[in-house]
Nanobody, 127 residues
Framework: QVQLVESGGGLVQAGGSLRLSCAASGRTFSSSAMGWFRQAPGNEREFVAVISRSGSRTYYADSVKGRFTISRDNAKNTVYLQMNSLKPEDTAVYYC????????????????????WGQGTQVTVSS
């Protein structure tokens, strides 16, 4: 099993930056693609970014492309989401998730393909 704990959320003004971290416990972190998702009040959970097991491939939602960067450190069992040029519409609870599907270069976008989820961290961007 994998246990995931997010941190780094908070309140920031529009145009500002935040760096989210997701620490994983368990021996399967390096064999999991890691994703970030977010959910705003009244909305469904949506895909934000994903990184493959090896870190060789990344993929982003159009809404965050060019502003957010996902990375991972397999030695530290941690995945990061650097968020720059934040907008009020980025306000949401952000979740990290782990997927054991596919190979070392596989990226996974669908929420139903993730087996493990963190508890979420709130990001609020004020205008």
């Amino acid at each position: 099993q994998v246990q995931l704990v997010e941190s780094g959320g908070g309140l920031v003004q529009a145009g500002g930056s935040l760096r989210l971290s997701c620490a994983a416990s368990g021996r399967t972190f390096s064999s999991s693609a890691m994703g970030w998702f977010r959910q705003a009040p009244g909305n469904e959970r949506e895909f934000v970014a994903v990184i493959s097991r090896s870190g060789s491939r990344t993929y982003y939602a159009d809404s965050v492309k060019g502003r957010f960067t996902i990375s991972r450190d397999n030695a530290k069992n941690t995945v990061y989401l650097q968020m720059n040029s934040l907008k009020p519409e980025d306000t949401a609870v952000y979740y990290c998730a782990a997927s054991g599907l596919g190979g070392v270069h596989t990226i996974v976008v669908n929420t139903t393909m993730y087996e493990y989820w963190g508890q979420g961290t709130q990001v609020t961007v004020s205008s």
